[in-house]
Protein backbone atom coordinates (compact mmCIF):
# COMPACT_ATOMS: atom_id res chain seq x y z
CA UNK A 1 0.00 0.00 0.00
CA UNK A 2 1.30 3.29 -0.60
CA UNK A 3 2.67 5.05 2.46
CA UNK A 4 0.57 6.93 5.01
CA UNK A 5 -3.21 4.85 2.90
CA UNK A 6 -4.91 2.26 3.95
CA UNK A 7 -6.57 1.77 0.33
CA UNK A 8 -7.61 5.13 -0.90
CA UNK A 9 -8.08 6.56 2.90
CA UNK A 10 -5.68 8.46 4.62
CA UNK A 11 -2.94 10.35 3.53
CA UNK A 12 -1.65 13.79 4.86
CA UNK A 13 -3.15 17.02 3.83
CA UNK A 14 -1.79 19.78 5.67
CA UNK A 15 0.07 23.14 5.23
CA UNK A 16 3.48 23.33 4.05
CA UNK A 17 4.39 24.09 7.78
CA UNK A 18 3.25 20.96 9.45
CA UNK A 19 5.11 18.98 6.88
CA UNK A 20 8.84 19.00 8.62
CA UNK A 21 7.07 18.00 12.08
CA UNK A 22 5.00 15.49 11.02
CA UNK A 23 8.27 14.02 8.98
CA UNK A 24 10.34 14.01 12.33
CA UNK A 25 7.77 11.63 13.92
CA UNK A 26 7.93 9.88 11.41
CA UNK A 27 11.60 9.50 11.84
CA UNK A 28 11.30 8.92 15.31
CA UNK A 29 8.82 6.03 14.59
CA UNK A 30 11.40 4.46 12.79
CA UNK A 31 14.38 5.11 14.52
CA UNK A 32 13.19 5.25 18.10
CA UNK A 33 10.34 3.40 18.50
CA UNK A 34 11.54 -0.11 18.04
CA UNK A 35 14.56 0.11 20.07
CA UNK A 36 14.89 -2.53 23.05
CA UNK A 37 15.79 0.59 25.23
CA UNK A 38 12.36 2.34 24.60
CA UNK A 39 10.22 -0.58 24.25
CA UNK A 40 11.70 -1.37 27.98
CA UNK A 41 11.15 1.82 29.23
CA UNK A 42 7.69 2.09 27.40
CA UNK A 43 6.55 -1.38 28.79
CA UNK A 44 7.98 -0.11 32.62
CA UNK A 45 5.13 2.89 32.01
CA UNK A 46 2.13 0.65 31.20
CA UNK A 47 2.93 -1.87 33.53
CA UNK A 48 3.93 0.07 36.88
CA UNK A 49 2.44 3.53 36.43
CA UNK A 50 -0.86 2.45 33.84
CA UNK A 51 -1.88 -0.68 35.59
CA UNK A 52 -1.17 -3.00 32.20
CA UNK A 53 -2.03 -5.64 31.85
CA UNK A 54 -5.34 -5.55 31.86
CA UNK A 55 -7.80 -8.67 32.30
CA UNK A 56 -10.26 -10.04 30.47
CA UNK A 57 -13.52 -10.73 32.37
CA UNK A 58 -15.50 -13.66 31.91
CA UNK A 59 -19.42 -12.32 32.13
CA UNK A 60 -21.95 -15.15 33.25
CA UNK A 61 -24.96 -13.82 33.91
CA UNK A 62 -25.45 -11.97 30.65
CA UNK A 63 -23.67 -14.70 28.61
CA UNK A 64 -26.20 -17.49 30.35
CA UNK A 65 -29.35 -14.84 29.29
CA UNK A 66 -27.88 -14.30 25.91
CA UNK A 67 -27.16 -17.84 24.95
CA UNK A 68 -23.55 -17.13 23.68
CA UNK A 69 -20.18 -16.34 26.03
CA UNK A 70 -19.80 -12.33 26.48
CA UNK A 71 -16.42 -11.65 27.32
CA UNK A 72 -14.66 -7.74 28.54
CA UNK A 73 -11.19 -6.67 28.03
CA UNK A 74 -11.05 -4.27 30.59
CA UNK A 75 -9.14 -1.24 29.65
CA UNK A 76 -11.66 0.71 31.77
CA UNK A 77 -8.92 -0.38 34.73
CA UNK A 78 -6.43 1.54 33.57
CA UNK A 79 -5.03 4.36 35.55
CA UNK A 80 -7.58 7.27 34.19
CA UNK A 81 -9.84 5.09 33.40
CA UNK A 82 -9.52 4.39 29.76
CA UNK A 83 -7.46 2.74 27.21
CA UNK A 84 -6.63 7.13 26.34
CA UNK A 85 -3.13 6.28 28.44
CA UNK A 86 -1.68 3.73 26.10
CA UNK A 87 -1.45 6.20 23.41
CA UNK A 88 -0.19 9.32 25.85
CA UNK A 89 2.47 7.74 27.24
CA UNK A 90 3.83 6.21 24.27
CA UNK A 91 3.58 9.47 22.53
CA UNK A 92 5.35 11.43 25.66
CA UNK A 93 7.83 9.04 26.19
CA UNK A 94 8.80 9.35 22.13
CA UNK A 95 8.71 12.98 22.30
CA UNK A 96 11.17 12.90 25.20
CA UNK A 97 13.58 11.00 23.31
CA UNK A 98 12.63 13.42 20.09
CA UNK A 99 14.41 15.96 22.64
CA UNK A 100 11.08 18.23 23.16
CA UNK A 101 9.62 19.34 26.29
CA UNK A 102 6.15 19.85 25.80
CA UNK A 103 3.37 18.25 24.81
CA UNK A 104 -0.01 20.03 23.33
CA UNK A 105 -3.15 18.24 22.69
CA UNK A 106 -6.78 18.29 21.91
CA UNK A 107 -9.74 16.92 23.61
CA UNK A 108 -13.20 16.80 23.59
CA UNK A 109 -14.83 15.24 26.45
CA UNK A 110 -11.46 15.75 28.13
CA UNK A 111 -10.21 12.33 28.35
CA UNK A 112 -7.23 12.57 26.01
CA UNK A 113 -6.35 16.04 27.71
CA UNK A 114 -6.53 14.28 31.29
CA UNK A 115 -4.63 11.30 29.49
CA UNK A 116 -2.09 14.01 28.15
CA UNK A 117 -1.54 15.92 31.61
CA UNK A 118 -0.98 12.76 33.44
CA UNK A 119 1.54 11.34 30.92
CA UNK A 120 3.17 14.94 30.82
CA UNK A 121 3.67 15.21 34.53
CA UNK A 122 4.61 11.91 34.80
CA UNK A 123 7.63 12.69 32.07
CA UNK A 124 8.14 15.93 33.91
CA UNK A 125 7.05 18.06 30.48
CA UNK A 126 4.93 20.89 29.62
CA UNK A 127 1.63 20.61 28.29
CA UNK A 128 -1.27 22.92 26.97
CA UNK A 129 -4.32 20.97 26.43
CA UNK A 130 -6.82 23.28 23.35
CA UNK A 131 -10.24 22.48 23.96
CA UNK A 132 -13.64 23.93 22.42
CA UNK A 133 -15.08 27.11 24.82
CA UNK A 134 -18.59 24.96 24.98
CA UNK A 135 -16.67 21.72 25.57
CA UNK A 136 -15.21 23.82 28.62
CA UNK A 137 -18.10 24.45 30.03
CA UNK A 138 -19.66 21.00 29.35
CA UNK A 139 -17.06 18.80 30.73
CA UNK A 140 -16.26 21.22 33.73
CA UNK A 141 -14.94 18.15 36.08
CA UNK A 142 -12.23 17.13 33.56
CA UNK A 143 -11.08 20.83 32.82
CA UNK A 144 -10.17 20.43 37.02
CA UNK A 145 -8.43 17.77 37.06
CA UNK A 146 -6.06 18.73 33.58
CA UNK A 147 -5.42 21.84 35.69
CA UNK A 148 -4.92 19.97 38.72
CA UNK A 149 -2.52 17.63 36.87
CA UNK A 150 -0.29 20.94 35.64
CA UNK A 151 -1.78 21.44 32.49
CA UNK A 152 -2.63 24.85 31.23
CA UNK A 153 -6.29 24.56 29.20
CA UNK A 154 -6.77 26.67 26.47
CA UNK A 155 -10.36 27.51 25.55
CA UNK A 156 -11.06 27.69 21.63
CA UNK A 157 -13.98 30.32 20.65
CA UNK A 158 -13.78 29.90 17.03
CA UNK A 159 -16.24 27.92 14.97
CA UNK A 160 -18.21 24.87 16.83
CA UNK A 161 -16.52 25.69 19.77
CA UNK A 162 -16.04 21.80 19.63
CA UNK A 163 -13.71 19.12 19.16
CA UNK A 164 -13.20 19.49 15.49
CA UNK A 165 -12.15 23.26 16.35
CA UNK A 166 -9.77 22.45 19.26
CA UNK A 167 -8.23 20.15 16.62
CA UNK A 168 -7.64 23.06 14.37
CA UNK A 169 -5.99 25.21 17.00
CA UNK A 170 -3.43 22.84 18.28
CA UNK A 171 -2.58 21.83 14.37
CA UNK A 172 -1.89 26.02 14.05
CA UNK A 173 -0.14 26.11 17.10
CA UNK A 174 1.95 23.38 16.37
CA UNK A 175 3.55 25.29 13.42
CA UNK A 176 4.88 27.69 15.87
CA UNK A 177 5.99 24.96 18.67
CA UNK A 178 7.69 22.42 16.99
CA UNK A 179 11.08 22.92 17.97
CA UNK A 180 10.28 22.15 21.29
CA UNK A 181 6.85 20.56 21.05
CA UNK A 182 5.17 17.37 20.26
CA UNK A 183 1.35 17.07 18.91
CA UNK A 184 -0.07 14.18 21.16
CA UNK A 185 -2.97 13.57 18.43
CA UNK A 186 -5.74 11.56 20.99
CA UNK A 187 -7.10 9.01 18.37
CA UNK A 188 -6.09 6.62 15.32
CA UNK A 189 -7.22 9.14 12.74
CA UNK A 190 -5.66 13.15 11.53
CA UNK A 191 -2.55 12.84 8.82
CA UNK A 192 0.11 10.22 8.70
CA UNK A 193 1.87 9.09 9.85
CA UNK A 194 -0.89 9.35 13.05
CA UNK A 195 -3.02 6.57 12.37
CA UNK A 196 -0.20 4.12 11.98
CA UNK A 197 1.75 5.92 15.31
CA UNK A 198 -1.85 5.43 17.49
CA UNK A 199 -2.65 2.38 16.41
CA UNK A 200 0.79 1.46 17.22
CA UNK A 201 0.49 2.47 20.74
CA UNK A 202 -3.17 1.18 21.28
CA UNK A 203 -2.13 -2.34 19.74
CA UNK A 204 -1.14 -3.94 22.68
CA UNK A 205 -5.26 -4.22 23.87
CA UNK A 206 -5.42 -6.84 21.09
CA UNK A 207 -2.07 -8.68 21.52
CA UNK A 208 -3.06 -8.93 25.37
CA UNK A 209 -6.81 -10.07 24.64
CA UNK A 210 -5.49 -12.39 21.71
CA UNK A 211 -3.18 -14.42 24.01
CA UNK A 212 -5.90 -14.22 27.15
CA UNK A 213 -8.45 -15.27 25.00
CA UNK A 214 -6.45 -18.61 24.40
CA UNK A 215 -5.07 -19.29 27.56
CA UNK A 216 -8.72 -18.82 29.23
CA UNK A 217 -10.36 -20.86 26.73
CA UNK A 218 -7.83 -22.75 24.44
CA UNK A 219 -9.17 -20.75 21.25
CA UNK A 220 -9.82 -17.49 19.65
CA UNK A 221 -12.93 -15.46 20.25
CA UNK A 222 -15.52 -16.06 17.46
CA UNK A 223 -15.98 -11.89 17.33
CA UNK A 224 -14.33 -9.40 18.50
CA UNK A 225 -16.55 -5.98 19.28
CA UNK A 226 -15.70 -2.44 19.94
CA UNK A 227 -17.06 1.19 19.80
CA UNK A 228 -15.67 3.56 16.73
CA UNK A 229 -15.25 7.21 17.71
CA UNK A 230 -12.25 8.53 16.07
CA UNK A 231 -11.45 4.73 15.89
CA UNK A 232 -7.96 4.29 18.72
CA UNK A 233 -9.74 1.78 21.00
CA UNK A 234 -10.84 -0.08 18.14
CA UNK A 235 -8.24 -0.54 15.88
CA UNK A 236 -6.18 -0.98 18.95
CA UNK A 237 -8.49 -3.90 19.90
CA UNK A 238 -8.24 -4.96 15.80
CA UNK A 239 -5.15 -5.35 14.01
CA UNK A 240 -4.12 -8.46 16.27
CA UNK A 241 -6.95 -10.41 14.98
CA UNK A 242 -7.33 -8.64 11.45
CA UNK A 243 -5.19 -11.89 10.25
CA UNK A 244 -7.39 -14.61 12.02
CA UNK A 245 -10.07 -15.08 9.23
CA UNK A 246 -12.07 -16.61 11.22
CA UNK A 247 -12.89 -14.22 13.69
CA UNK A 248 -15.33 -11.94 12.74
CA UNK A 249 -14.61 -8.11 13.70
CA UNK A 250 -17.31 -5.26 14.87
CA UNK A 251 -16.87 -2.03 14.90
CA UNK A 252 -19.80 -0.04 16.45
CA UNK A 253 -21.10 3.63 15.72
CA UNK A 254 -22.81 6.29 17.32
CA UNK A 255 -26.50 6.24 15.76
CA UNK A 256 -27.91 9.05 18.41
CA UNK A 257 -31.56 9.07 18.88
CA UNK A 258 -32.48 7.14 16.23
CA UNK A 259 -35.23 8.94 14.52
CA UNK A 260 -34.71 10.37 10.88
CA UNK A 261 -32.40 12.31 10.59
CA UNK A 262 -31.05 13.04 14.13
CA UNK A 263 -27.52 13.98 14.58
CA UNK A 264 -25.10 11.47 15.15
CA UNK A 265 -21.66 10.30 14.90
CA UNK A 266 -21.95 7.30 12.24
CA UNK A 267 -18.76 8.65 9.52
CA UNK A 268 -18.61 5.34 8.14
CA UNK A 269 -22.62 4.15 8.20
CA UNK A 270 -23.74 7.76 7.13
CA UNK A 271 -20.91 9.98 5.67
CA UNK A 272 -18.88 10.21 2.42
CA UNK A 273 -15.75 10.72 1.65
CA UNK A 274 -13.57 13.43 1.95
CA UNK A 275 -10.51 15.87 3.74
CA UNK A 276 -10.54 16.83 7.13
CA UNK A 277 -7.90 17.36 9.91
CA UNK A 278 -5.35 16.59 7.14
CA UNK A 279 -6.77 13.20 5.86
CA UNK A 280 -8.82 11.72 3.46
CA UNK A 281 -11.73 9.28 5.26
CA UNK A 282 -15.35 9.18 5.89
CA UNK A 283 -16.94 12.56 7.23
CA UNK A 284 -20.33 13.70 8.10
CA UNK A 285 -20.51 16.29 5.86
CA UNK A 286 -23.88 17.98 3.91
CA UNK A 287 -24.49 17.98 0.30
CA UNK A 288 -22.01 20.99 -0.35
CA UNK A 289 -19.36 19.32 1.72
CA UNK A 290 -19.67 21.20 4.89
CA UNK A 291 -18.71 19.27 8.21
CA UNK A 292 -21.92 18.43 9.79
CA UNK A 293 -21.95 18.64 13.34
CA UNK A 294 -22.16 15.51 14.80
CA UNK A 295 -23.38 14.29 18.53
CA UNK A 296 -23.58 11.43 20.49
CA UNK A 297 -24.75 10.66 24.42
CA UNK A 298 -21.14 9.81 24.70
CA UNK A 299 -18.91 12.78 24.14
CA UNK A 300 -16.00 10.45 23.29
CA UNK A 301 -17.57 9.21 19.96
CA UNK A 302 -18.58 12.29 19.20
CA UNK A 303 -16.60 13.29 16.34
CA UNK A 304 -17.30 13.38 12.86
CA UNK A 305 -14.64 11.70 10.71
CA UNK A 306 -12.61 8.19 11.36
CA UNK A 307 -9.89 7.20 11.09
CA UNK A 308 -8.83 5.90 7.47
CA UNK A 309 -7.38 2.70 8.19
CA UNK A 310 -11.22 1.66 9.56
CA UNK A 311 -12.68 3.41 6.42
CA UNK A 312 -10.37 1.16 4.22
CA UNK A 313 -11.86 -2.05 6.63
CA UNK A 314 -15.36 -0.87 5.97
CA UNK A 315 -14.93 -0.80 2.31
CA UNK A 316 -12.84 -3.97 1.80
CA UNK A 317 -15.40 -5.34 4.09
CA UNK A 318 -12.55 -7.21 6.94
CA UNK A 319 -14.56 -5.42 9.52
CA UNK A 320 -18.35 -4.67 9.52
CA UNK A 321 -19.22 -1.26 11.21
CA UNK A 322 -22.69 -1.45 12.85
CA UNK A 323 -24.59 1.65 14.59
CA UNK A 324 -25.52 1.87 18.14
CA UNK A 325 -28.36 4.16 19.55
CA UNK A 326 -29.04 6.19 22.50
CA UNK A 327 -31.38 4.11 24.40
CA UNK A 328 -29.48 0.81 22.99
CA UNK A 329 -26.46 2.11 24.85
CA UNK A 330 -28.30 3.03 28.32
CA UNK A 331 -29.94 -0.44 28.04
CA UNK A 332 -26.29 -2.23 28.22
CA UNK A 333 -24.92 0.18 30.50
CA UNK A 334 -27.62 -0.74 33.11
CA UNK A 335 -27.77 -4.81 32.09
CA UNK A 336 -23.63 -4.54 33.03
CA UNK A 337 -24.12 -2.45 36.30
CA UNK A 338 -27.25 -4.54 37.34
CA UNK A 339 -25.83 -8.04 35.71
CA UNK A 340 -21.96 -8.05 35.98
CA UNK A 341 -21.26 -5.60 38.62
CA UNK A 342 -19.35 -3.20 36.06
CA UNK A 343 -19.90 0.21 35.26
CA UNK A 344 -19.09 0.96 31.82
CA UNK A 345 -18.01 4.12 30.04
CA UNK A 346 -21.37 5.00 27.56
CA UNK A 347 -18.58 5.31 24.52
CA UNK A 348 -18.54 1.49 25.55
CA UNK A 349 -22.01 0.74 26.31
CA UNK A 350 -22.40 1.27 22.28
CA UNK A 351 -20.09 -1.82 21.78
CA UNK A 352 -22.36 -4.10 24.26
CA UNK A 353 -25.25 -2.28 23.19
CA UNK A 354 -25.26 -3.37 20.12
CA UNK A 355 -24.57 -6.87 21.45
CA UNK A 356 -27.33 -7.23 23.07
CA UNK A 357 -29.36 -4.98 20.53
CA UNK A 358 -28.28 -8.02 17.95
CA UNK A 359 -27.90 -10.86 19.71
CA UNK A 360 -30.10 -13.28 17.78
CA UNK A 361 -27.23 -12.48 15.19
CA UNK A 362 -24.62 -14.67 17.21
CA UNK A 363 -24.49 -18.35 17.18
CA UNK A 364 -25.52 -20.03 20.10
CA UNK A 365 -22.38 -21.08 22.32
CA UNK A 366 -19.88 -18.52 20.26
CA UNK A 367 -17.32 -16.88 22.04
CA UNK A 368 -17.79 -12.94 22.01
CA UNK A 369 -14.86 -10.26 23.70
CA UNK A 370 -16.12 -6.47 23.50
CA UNK A 371 -13.83 -3.71 24.34
CA UNK A 372 -14.50 -2.12 27.89
CA UNK A 373 -12.17 0.92 26.41
CA UNK A 374 -13.29 3.09 29.69
CA UNK A 375 -15.01 3.19 33.01
CA UNK A 376 -18.39 5.12 33.63
CA UNK A 377 -18.30 7.30 36.72
CA UNK A 378 -17.65 10.06 34.57
CA UNK A 379 -20.91 9.68 32.68
CA UNK A 380 -23.01 9.35 35.64
CA UNK A 381 -24.79 12.77 35.60
CA UNK A 382 -25.87 12.19 31.90
CA UNK A 383 -27.08 8.53 32.61
CA UNK A 384 -29.20 9.43 35.54
CA UNK A 385 -30.84 12.37 33.80
CA UNK A 386 -31.47 10.31 30.49
CA UNK A 387 -32.79 7.28 32.69
CA UNK A 388 -35.18 9.86 34.67
CA UNK A 389 -33.09 8.65 37.69
C1 LIG B 1 -12.26 8.70 23.83
C2 LIG B 1 -12.96 7.44 24.12
C3 LIG B 1 -13.48 6.62 23.10
C4 LIG B 1 -13.48 7.01 21.65
O1 LIG B 1 -12.23 7.24 21.09
P1 LIG B 1 -11.57 6.19 20.10
O2 LIG B 1 -10.37 6.88 19.59
O3 LIG B 1 -12.58 5.87 19.03
O4 LIG B 1 -11.24 4.99 20.91
C5 LIG B 1 -14.06 5.42 23.46
N1 LIG B 1 -14.16 5.04 24.75
C6 LIG B 1 -13.69 5.80 25.76
C7 LIG B 1 -13.84 5.34 27.15
C8 LIG B 1 -13.07 7.03 25.48
O5 LIG B 1 -12.61 7.79 26.48
Given at each position: MKKGYFGEFGGCFVPELLVPPLMEVEKAMKE????EAFQAELNDLLVN?????TPITFCPTLSKKLGFDLWLKREDLLHTGAHKINNTLGQALLAKHMGKTALIAETGAGQHGVATAAAAARLGMECTIYMGAEDVERQSSNVRRMRLLGARVKPIENGSQTLKDAINAALRAWISSQATTH???????????FPDLVREFQSVIGREARAQMLERTGALPDYVVAAVGGGSNAIGMFHAF?????VRIIGVEAGG????GCLNSAAINLGVPGVLHGEYTMLLQDADGQIEPSSSISAGLDYPGVGPEHAYYAKSGRVKYGIAYDNEALAAFQALCRDEGILPALESSHALGYVLAHADEFEKGSRVIV?????GDKDMDIIEKALGL
Open positions: IMPTFAGRSYCFGTAAGPYPVPDESTGEPNLSGR
